[in-house]
């Protein structure tokens, strides 16, 4: 169960990587769809 919120937390996030392509030449590997099912799939993995 996630903790209440506190002062000074962030309540949305959202990752754009132009500055790391430009200041690195870093691009993504994983497209957005399969990040998620990734994600998922070591979650449900996680639970005992």
Request: glycine share 10%; charged share 30%; aromatic share 6%.
């Amino acid at each position: 169960r996630p903790a209440a919120a506190r002062a000074g937390d962030l309540t949305k996030s959202c990752l754009v990587v132009e500055k790391a392509r430009r200041a690195l030449g870093w691009s993504p590997e994983t497209g957005l769809a399969e990040g998620i099912r990734e994600t998922f799939l070591w979650r449900m993995g996680q639970e005992k």
